[in-house]
């Protein structure tokens, strides 16, 4: 409830504030009722939730830097929304085991960026072995829009565009070869939805400014409202906490 909640909050928000939105193929997104990887090239710190919305009502889990825990409020927070402490450093054998039990038993996907960190272009082989070892697929997605706050406010254009499934049941051995073929098969998708959403930049117009009239209303009204939200969770932290125990 509280994922669902939380992700339709964060999406008003995004459309008051640039309210230039467009998706593309959301009809080859796989059922519901099957688990997968969605996987996308890492941009810029709002693109999970423009992904987590088009997928919706399917809800997922995410990796998150244990750096993020730190703060009692935003780690109970994005905890309840399913997300796991990563240590980036040394990572271990729980960040496949965690998401790949989730995989299997439980009703929720994972999104993944296997590129990494922000604007890089090298795949990973993380998001193979998990793929691979909880039998599931792979579902690619690209962004493209405003990278900076600044664009976002002025309401540049952002397209989103879902490609087809990657099947890779097929490569028996997850082996220098076969971790090349996934890489392969990731970064033809990656690169074929990139220029997809390059055509539909070419109409590159932002939001009209009479918009605001409407739209900054709901955008003090989601505020306000996010504010509450984390006051909740700062609270609901001395009470309960979420299991972000991976180790478990």
Known sequence: MFYSYLRNLLTVLLWAINGNIH???????????????????????WDPVFLGY??????FIFMAKK????????????????AFPIDRENPGTAAIKYPVKMLKKSDRSLVMFPSGSRHSTDVKGGVAVIAKTARVKMMPASYIGPLKIKGLLSGQRIDVAFGDPIDISDIKRLDDTGLAEVTRRIEAEFNRLDELNKSFQVKKTSTPYWTLIYRFPILLVVGLILILTYLFSFLASFFWQPKTDISE
Not at 67 to 82: A, H, P
């Open 23 to 45: 998706y593309h193929d959301r009809e080859k997104m796989l059922p519901k009722e099957e688990n997968y990887i969605l996987i996308s090239p890492h941009r810029t710190f």
């Open 54 to 59: 088009a997928a919706a009502p399917k809800q």
């Open 67 to 82: 750096e993020l825990f730190k703060d009692r409020g935003f780690g109970w927070w994005i905890s309840k929304c399913g």
